[in-house]
């Protein structure tokens, strides 16, 4: 049997989820929310809410490139 490089014994299992938290709030969610925003910055993945989402709308669609609107 052959396991990924740092993997452990335990080959084929799942990775437990862990819940989602707003990088704004600190609201939390056991699961991707189709209304919550998944931004990449510096490398790092955030998950803001919906409502953090909405409050921060035009800062987000600011940091676009025009290709995008």
């Given at each position: 049997m052959?396991?990924?490089?740092?993997?452990?014994d335990?080959?084929?299992?799942?990775?437990?989820?862990?819940p989602?938290?707003c990088?704004?709030?600190?609201?939390?969610?056991?699961?991707?929310?189709?209304?919550?925003?998944?931004?990449?910055?510096?490398?790092?993945?955030r998950?803001?809410?919906d409502?953090?989402?909405?409050?921060n709308?035009?800062?987000?669609?600011?940091?676009?490139?025009?290709?995008?609107?």
């Amino acid at each position: 049997m052959t396991s990924l490089p740092g993997g452990s014994d335990n080959a084929g299992s799942v990775p437990e989820r862990q819940p989602l938290v707003c990088a704004g709030c600190g609201a939390t969610s056991e699961g991707p929310e189709p209304t919550w925003t998944c931004s990449v910055e510096n490398g790092e993945r955030r998950y803001f809410c919906d409502a953090c989402s909405r409050k921060n709308l035009r800062a987000i669609e600011g940091r676009l490139d025009s290709a995008w609107w």
